[in-house]
């Protein structure tokens, strides 16, 4: 009952972040910084966010190692995906 | 006999640490691993698109972010009530676990439904009167894709979750049940987090 009641709240605080950054995002997008700097900003907020829900809601950072190699296994093909794009990205 | 299964108890020595305590939740993790490379492969594309494009309007002037950072909200918040469902149905709490995976649904529900208003309003109004019109506006295509990749996906989520709902309250799912619908909703609102910032905010 005390771990529940633990990870309940925890789940608040995750809650709590998740909008807080949120919030961030959005303000961010006001201030009128040079664009590459305001693109770094949003893509590591966002990606904090991801990656907050896949370790405390979806658990994984309770579980064992397979299903972590299983979820990291479609970002490290999209980088890959992005890196054999620049070819066509960038034409010499 | 009791000596020797308290000796053993808590043991098992076939387990290797890489096989998961459930294959119903190996399986979904797999199924979410192929649905993130759809995802991946749409959102490169877009971003190559975009990038290659000699003109891209302002997504926030065109599409507006009020309405969608509250969509956002919805998600982040049906996500919280989800979890929430899960611990009151493994502590056994059936009436909290109807009202929170209730909620979850209504939640989804609603997004949908907010959605569809901005659908309509972009679609009816907004596009035409700034000539992007959809299939022949690399901007108002991707947009309509994306979004609507992920529309689906919360259709597919809202009836499922329901389906969970129905399930467990006729007694033939169990919370592992619960747990693996979970994943599927959190990732649903994990890829949402991601297209928000990269369709709207960016």
Known sequence: MATTAHSQHNYIKIFIILSVLTVIEIGVTFLGLPKMLIATMLITLAVWKAALVAMHFMHLKLEKKTLSIVAIIPFILCVFLILMLLPDIYPR | ?202
């Open chain 2, 1 to 202: 006999m009791s000596e020797a299964v308290a000796v053993h108890g808590g043991v098992e020595p076939a387990e290797t640490p890489l096989t998961p305590e459930s294959w119903g939740k190996l399986g979904m993790w797999l199924f979410l691993a192929g649905d993130a490379m759809s995802f991946g492969g749409l959102i490169v594309g877009y971003g190559i698109l975009r990038h290659a494009s000699k003109t891209w309007p302002v997504p926030a002037q065109v599409l507006g972010i009020n309405l969608t950072a509250f969509m956002t909200f919805l998600l982040i918040v049906s996500s919280v009530w989800m979890v929430l469902a899960l611990a009151a149905i493994q502590e056994g709490n059936k009436a909290r676990f109807n009202k929170f995976l209730g909620l979850t649904i209504l939640g989804g529900a609603m997004f949908l439904g907010c959605q569809a208003y901005e659908w309509n309003h972009l679609l009816g109004h907004r596009l035409p009167e700034l000539k992007l019109f959809f299939s022949t506006d690399l901007f108002a295509t991707t947009f309509f894709v994306l979004t609507g990749f992920h529309g689906m996906h919360v259709t597919g989520g809202v009836i499922y979750n329901s389906c969970v709902l129905a399930a467990v309250n006729r007694g033939r799912y169990q919370a592992k049940h619960v747990e693996i619908a979970g994943l599927y909703w959190h990732f649903v609102d994990l890829v949402w987090i991601l297209i928000f910032t990269f369709v709207y905010l960016l």
